[in-house]
């Protein structure tokens, strides 16, 4: 017991720094060991960036001491207490970005730092009309959980290679304000010869594929008949989940280019642009509007080249009462071991889609 403490506290003290209120995490981000966590305290920190200078190391960005879950319906009042991150007002173009293999933000608040009312104002007494907004950009996999943003969030996920899935999720987070875009999830720009012609079979197939994959990372297929799942080489997957959006002055939500996105229980209050590159599954979202119409609360399919299209709903075989009656007792007592080890799990989220299934 007292060896196993030991050594969780030196691990502790290589892998984990804790930054001091007000301190710039631009240095200690240089510094850290890779795949190390930085913990910010509950006074807050500050973030500078810098032009083609983008943090390159692995990283996980968590308060000093973790937060209690939220309960229902007072999330709002526990995002109070989250310890914020500010961009330093001289960063040039409010932008901070990461490039790197993997990005952990947990529990934070980014934002910009408060105007400082003392140099507010010029010499003539005119005040200031410039002011920077946070533009953070993350081209990796980012893991990013509870945050509230004041800022606009930049995604590019990485390609899947040797058919290892790289999945960025973004779980429980909430755009409260931001004078740009809000989240934007995107891979590259298509790049394609005058003589080049995709055969329309193998993309059907890729993005079939795809899809299957993307379900079997969130959880979404019966386990029984799950069985192995081949992830396709060059696609960039991202799961977005349970988060909400308010006063976004341009995209509360934005996809383009190379992208497979599942969307499930998300509120985007604002403006929402997908388009015809991105191949999106939609669960269950309260508020989404797409081409000037609300989608279905309860809507769970697909979004591709801009046509929605319905998931079937799993079938259920119910046997009749004459049939039931005529099995007796024993029977079906004898039966229900059998059937209980060959039926399929019952799967827990919102919605679940039969993994034959694809669009089109």
């Not at 795949?35 to 810098?50: K, M, N, Q, V, Y």
């Not at 901070?96 to 293999?101: D, G, L, N, R, Y």
């Not at 999106?280 to 508020?287: A, I």
């Amino acid at each position: 017991g007292q060896s196993c403490k030991a050594v969780l506290a030196v691990v502790r003290a290589i892998f984990e720094v804790e930054a001091a209120v007000g301190q710039d995490l631009r240095a200690l981000l240089q510094q850290i060991p890779e795949f190390g966590t930085l913990r910010i305290p509950p006074g807050g920190c500050l973030l500078s960036g810098a032009i083609q200078e983008p943090f390159v190391r692995s990283v996980r960005l968590a308060p000093v001491q973790a937060p209690p879950l939220p309960k229902r319906g007072k999330s709002a009042n526990a995002r109070r207490h989250l310890p914020a991150v500010e961009l330093c007002r001289e960063t040039l173009y409010g932008l901070v970005e990461f490039c790197c293999p993997r990005l952990c933000l947990d529990n934070l608040i980014l934002r910009s730092a408060p105007e400082d009312k003392d140099a507010a104002c010029d010499g003539n007494g005119a005040a200031e009309q410039w002011c920077p907004f946070f533009r953070l950009s993350v081209e990796g996999i980012l893991h990013c959980r509870g945050c509230e943003f004041e800022a606009e969030l930049t995604l590019i996920p990485p390609l899947c290679e040797d058919h290892r899935p790289q999945v960025s999720f973004i779980e429980r987070c909430r755009w409260s304000c931001s004078p740009g875009q809000g989240l934007l999830v995107c891979g590259h720009r298509p790049t394609r010869g005058p003589t080049e012609d995709p055969d329309p079979a193998l993309m059907e197939s890729m993005v079939a594929s795809g899809l299957t994959a993307l379900r079997n990372f969130v959880g979404e297929l019966e386990q029984a008949s799950m069985g192995s799942v081949v992830v396709p080489n060059g696609l960039r997957f991202c799961v977005v989940r349970d988060c909400e959006a308010f006063d976004v002055r341009h995209h509360a939500l934005f996809l383009r280019w190379d992208v497979f996105v599942l969307i499930e229980g998300c509120s985007f209050h604002g403006k929402v642009l997908i388009e015809d590159g991105p191949n999106v599954e939609l669960r269950r979202n309260p508020h989404l509007v797409l081409y000037g119409e609300q989608v279905d609360p309860d809507f769970i399919g697909t979004l591709r080249a801009g046509q929605l299209e319905k998931a079937p709903e799993p079938v259920s075989v119910r046997r009749r009462s004459s049939e039931r009656s005529r099995a007796s007792t024993t029977v079906r007592r004898k039966s229900r071991p059998k059937e209980a080890e060959t039926a399929p799990r019952r799967s827990k989220a919102r919605g679940s889609v039969d993994k034959n299934w694809t669009p089109g």
